[in-house]
Each structure stands twice: as structure tokens, then as C-alpha cells.
């Protein structure tokens, strides 16, 4: 009965190889993110859906395309990976209610490893 | 450019002692801020939320919000070894949170 449950949750590959992340929420929350955080531990959000809608692309390569095939569902998907794309990818939902609401609920993370 | 700062640590405490964490953030657009621990090689889970000026209380943690200086703050009584983390300040603007680097608490038993 996980709540936010990410898939998998490590990935060693090579340089230029096409990889994605999966990541389901049984909460019932509308909104759903990814967040990078790199070695220094800083958590950067990357993308946003709201009940299938994208509401938030910060500037990130577009080789990181996310797909959100319903509002339990978003998945990651990155092309061409490069060895500057090793991090651990957090993806999190949340249930607004004014102000942040309850805050986020995360999964386990993904840690990339690109070689 | 909403950012949010923290003092990267490590911050060392005895076992018993209050450890006080401290988060600046640049925009005062935000109205609440969350407090998030992060265990090493684990996903950050949330503490505690403030939205009002002044002190929220929760157990062993307090909160503490000055909108005035942008300034908000963790106290963690009564420390122990598993308060040994980092801790992240975010802030949330409208559609999604921005998170502080961490502060690393290590509670020396």
C-alpha cells in the first residue's frame, strides 16, 4: 500500500542510451511532480502535472520529455542521457488546499547513475 | 528569483540538547513553509508546516515564522541520535515548492 511508489529505483547506463522512470500515486492527489536532486542534495523541480495537465516546465533539456497517461501516473522519460543527467530523481505528489496545502508526498527516488 | 537559504552544516548538537535550524528566503510572495528531513539515501518526508507569524509547536519540534525578516526556523528539543539528518526549508509559491540546499544535523549521543 505504498503511496507514492517510483520504478526503478536504481539505473546504471551508458552515455546516449534512452531510459524512463515510472511513477504511480494511490493517494488520490491531483498534482503530481519530478524533482532532481543533485550531489549536493539540492531538490530542483523539473515538471508538474495537474490532473494530466502540465502547469509547470522549468528549464530543463528537452531531452527530458515527462507523460502523465492519467493523474495517478507520471512518468519520465530522457533521451541521449548524459553523464551530467546522474542524480536522483524524486517524484512527488500533492493534494493543495490553499498555501501548499499538507505539503508533498514523496516517493523513494530513482537514483541515475550514467556511465 | 525566489530562493530559499539555509547554512549547509554540518550543524553538531549533544544528545538532549535544542538544535536550532534556520531558513532565509528572498521573495515575499510565499506565505507558508514547510520543514522536510531527509535521512541519507531516503526521500524527504514532512515534518511540520507553517503559514502564521510566531511559534507552531509539534512534540519535540517548534516552528517559528517571521514574515517581516523572512526568516523561519526549526527548534528540535530534546535532541537525539535519530534527529540525525539533513533538513530541508521550502517555500511554496502559488504552484509548487522551492527547497533550500539542507542543513545537516548530526546529534552526538
Known amino acids: 500500500d505504498t503511496a507514492v511508489s517510483q520504478t526503478p529505483k536504481y539505473l546504471v547506463t551508458q552515455m546516449g542510451n534512452d531510459k524512463s522512470i515510472k511513477c504511480e500515486q494511490n493517494?488520490?492527489?491531483?498534482?503530481m511532480y519530478w524533482y532532481k536532486q543533485d550531489s549536493k542534495k539540492f531538490l530542483k523541480i523539473m515538471f508538474s502535472?495537474?490532473?494530466?495537465?502540465?502547469?509547470i516546465n522549468e528549464t530543463v533539456p528537452n531531452r527530458f520529455s515527462p507523460k502523465s497517461p492519467d493523474k495517478a501516473h507520471l512518468n519520465l522519460h530522457i533521451n541521449s542521457l548524459e553523464l551530467g543527467d546522474s542524480a536522483v530523481y524524486f517524484c512527488a505528489s500533492s493534494q493543495e488546499v490553499g498555501q501548499g496545502g499538507y505539503g508533498y508526498t514523496f516517493g523513494s527516488g530513482t537514483r541515475l547513475t550514467v556511465v | 528569483q525566489k530562493e530559499v537559504e539555509q547554512n549547509s552544516g554540518p550543524l553538531s548538537v549533544p544528545e538532549g540538547a535544542i538544535a536550532s535550524l534556520n531558513c532565509t528566503y528572498s521573495d515575499r510572495g510565499s506565505q507558508s513553509f514547510f520543514w522536510y528531513r531527509q535521512y541519507s539515501g531516503k526521500s524527504p518526508e514532512l515534518i511540520m508546516f507553517i503559514y502564521s507569524n510566531g511559534d507552531k509547536e509539534d512534540g519535540r519540534f517548534t516552528a517559528q515564522l517571521n514574515k517581516a525578516s523572512q526568516y523561519v526556523s526549526l527548534l528540535i528539543r530534546d535532541s537525539q541520535p535519530s534527529d540525525s539528518a539533513t533538513y530541508l526549508c521550502a517555500a511554496f509559491y502559488g504552484q509548487n515548492f522551492v527547497f533550500g540546499p539542507g542543513t545537516r544535523l548530526s546529534v552526538l549521543p
Open positions: 502535472y495537474n490532473n494530466k495537465e502540465l502547469i
Open positions: 493517494l488520490g492527489h491531483d498534482t
